[in-house]
Each structure stands twice: as structure tokens, then as C-alpha cells.
């Protein structure tokens, strides 16, 4: 989310309940599974319970389902798939300064534990995180992670977001277009605030263009744990032109390429954490899902740089406000 611009789903209550009474998620009766306090009685508060809404641990019953004593929920990673490395970086002149000037932070401001990658603002200040990934986007047919925003920890104007767009690590946006950053190229995997919603809202969007959506019952000061999926539709279904010859800067000013730049269409999903939300023809099949975000996005002489963020409100965020994500894998062509 570059600010110089700036699943049809049961009810949850109706789903817990009807998993509880299928017996699939009630806790069996033995020993591995003694009686336990839970740090959070809410789903979203339990790594295993996370796709779920209202409480688990436990339940409204007085029960703990028996995903509370899951570490995480399970992986399904597609063998034709590889991991991101996701190595932290602080590009500050094609993020942090852009976006917040030069009181942004990156050092200090994110952990690594395994496979996963956290935000935590230490201050008040901008916080941000690069991971150089070596892609070119046209080359990337799917790329899945598990995402959240720990629940309790960000403000209602929090603008957070996990996203990216395509650029060398020099140069000026404006000498060099076809090589940095514009807002056609951008993807905002998922970002608060900003974008369809408004305040204490999550959704997908591309900066400018596409069709955006709002993650319907999340919210930022409820937190969330997701997966996100997004794939590329090489048949071109979405009927996207073959290329483009101008991209946007700050303020929709036009820049103009100076060469056709390919464009690729892509969709973006997401569900509950632990595997990707669909492969193959079940990719296809959700392109038609009102749910499903979607656009064409400009492809850079440049590799696809992530970044996790938080620009606040007015440039001010929350002391402790918490975004991460993990298991990030990409599937190529």
C-alpha cells in the first residue's frame, strides 16, 4: 500500500455450533488433552481455531473445542510450490521515505521466529518491513501466505497492510517508470483503513485499479488470522489488455513508459489459515465469486518487492500494533 496515493461464509455462530454437534471439533476424552487455561477464550485467539468466529476456548457450551490444543493449523502446501526466504530489509527510499519521510522506522521494528515475519511498532512513529523475493511478476502463477493481525494490539485507524509492487532498489520513480513503482502495478494483499470499508476495516485492494473488496466480520481492533491466496489468470479470462503504455503516480498524474509494459491479470482470495484456498480449477471457479478481488496489474522491468507496514493515521500508529505473516510460498511458471 503505497500512500502517496495514498468466501461466502455460514454465520460463525451457526458454524461452531454445527461443527460442535458433528462432534468434529469437540476435545476427546484422554489424557494428551488434560484440562488447560487458554490464554484467549475467542477462535481468532488460538492458532487452531483461527477460520473460526465467537469462542472456542472455550465455547459458549463451557466446552473447548478440540482445535484449542492445535499449535497451528494444518499445512496443505502444493508440491509444485517453493518458500519465500522472506529476509528482512529496509528499502527506505522506495517505502519508508515515500510514505511516512524520514521519521519512518524499519530496525527494531520486526522479529523473525521460524517462517514467520511480525511487526510490532515500538513508537508512534511509521513502521514498515521490506523482503526482497528476485521475481519478476509475470512469472508468479500463485503465491499463498498465512497473514494476521493480532487481535487487541492496533487502533481502529491503524493503515496497515501486508503488499507489493515492482522496483530496482535505485533510481527515481518519475526518470524511470518502467522500472518503479506507479499505482498500476501495485497489490495490496490486505490493508486496513485505507481502501473499501473505511474505519476498522480490512480488505484487499490494488491502489488504483481493480475491483476492491472488504473481508466481511474482520476488523483491525478484533484482529484476524488468515490465509490469503493469489493466483494469476493466464487464459485471461478477466479480459485484461495485453499491455500498457502509461502507469500513475501521486495524485493519478499520468507517466508515461516510453515502451508497452506487459500486464498480467491476477485474483486475490483469502480463507481460513493453515493452506492455500484453492489450486488449479478451483482457482477458476472462484474468479466468478463476487468475493474474490480482482485486477490487471502492470508488470515492471523490476522484481516484485513485499513489505509489511503500518503508516497509521495522520503518520501516527499504535505503540504495540502487531502484523505478521508466515509460511509464504510461491508457485512459478
Same mark, same amino acid.
Given at each position: ?20 454437534? =458433528? ?8 489424557? @494428551? ?28 457450551? %463451557? ?13 496443505? $502446501? ?5 518458500? =519465500? ?44 518491513? $521490506?523482503?526482497? $523475493? %528476485? ?25 496497515? %497492510? ?48 481493480? =475491483? ?24 485471461? !479470462? ?19 513508459? %516510453? ?28 474468479? @466468478? ?12 522491468? !523490476?522484481?516484485?518487492?513485499?513489505? =509489511? ?25
Amino acid at each position: 500500500m503505497f500512500l502517496p496515493i495514498g468466501l461466502l461464509c455460514l454465520g460463525s455462530a451457526y458454524r461452531a455450533a454445527a461443527q460442535a454437534a =458433528l462432534g468434529r471439533f469437540l476435545a476427546p476424552s484422554n489424557e @494428551s488433552l488434560a484440562p488447560k487455561t487458554f490464554a484467549r477464550k475467542e477462535c481468532s485467539g488460538n492458532p487452531g481455531c483461527a477460520g473460526l468466529g465467537g469462542d472456542c476456548c472455550p465455547a459458549s457450551t %463451557g466446552m473447548a473445542l478440540a482445535c484449542c490444543w492445535d499449535a497451528q493449523a494444518p499445512s496443505a $502446501t502444493p508440491p509444485d510450490s517453493r518458500a =519465500l526466504a522472506m529476509v528482512p530489509s529496509c528499502d527506505h527510499l522506495n517505502v519508508g521515505f515515500p510514505n511516512c519521510g524520514d521519521a519512518v522506522r524499519c530496525e527494531g521494528e520486526y522479529s523473525e521466529s521460524g517462517s514467520t515475519r511480525t511487526l510490532r511498532a515500538t513508537s508512534d512513529h511509521c513502521a514498515y518491513v $521490506t523482503f526482497k $523475493t %528476485g521475481l519478476s511478476l509475470d512469472q508468479v502463477l500463485q503465491l499463498d501466505a498465512d497473514t494476521f493481525l493480532t487481535p487487541g494490539t492496533c487502533s481502529r485507524q491503524d493503515n496497515l %497492510g501486508f503488499w507489493f509492487f515492482q522496483t530496482v532498489g535505485t533510481g527515481v520513480a518519475e526518470e524511470e517508470p518502467t522500472s518503479h513503482w506507479d499505482a498500476l502495478s501495485e497489490v495490496d494483499l490486505f490493508e486496513t483503513y485505507i481502501g473499501p470499508g473505511g474505519v476498522n476495516s480490512i480488505n484487499t485492494n490494488f491502489a488504483a485499479t481493480g =475491483l476492491h473488496m472488504q473481508w466481511k466480520n474482520f476488523t483491525i481492533v478484533g484482529g484476524m488470522r488468515q490465509h490469503i491466496t493469489m493466483w494469476q489468470d493466464v487464459e485471461n !479470462a478477466a479480459g485484461c489488455p495485453a499491455t500498457r503504455q502509461a502507469g500513475m503516480l501521486t495524485g493519478l498524474t499520468t507517466v508515461e513508459y %516510453g515502451t508497452p509494459l506487459p500486464v498480467v491479470s491476477v485474483f486475490v482470495t483469502h480463507c481460513a489459515p493453515g493452506a492455500p484456498c484453492c489450486t488449479g480449477d478451483a482457482c477458476k471457479q472462484l474468479q @466468478s465469486d463476487p468475493h474474490t478481488a480482482r485486477a490487471c496489474i502492470t508488470v515492471k522491468d !523490476a522484481p516484485v518487492l513485499l513489505s =509489511l507496514s503500518n503508516w497509521g493515521a495522520g503518520h501516527r500508529v499504535t505503540p504495540g500494533c502487531e502484523i505478521g505473516v508466515s509460511d509464504v510460498v510461491v508457485r512459478t511458471k
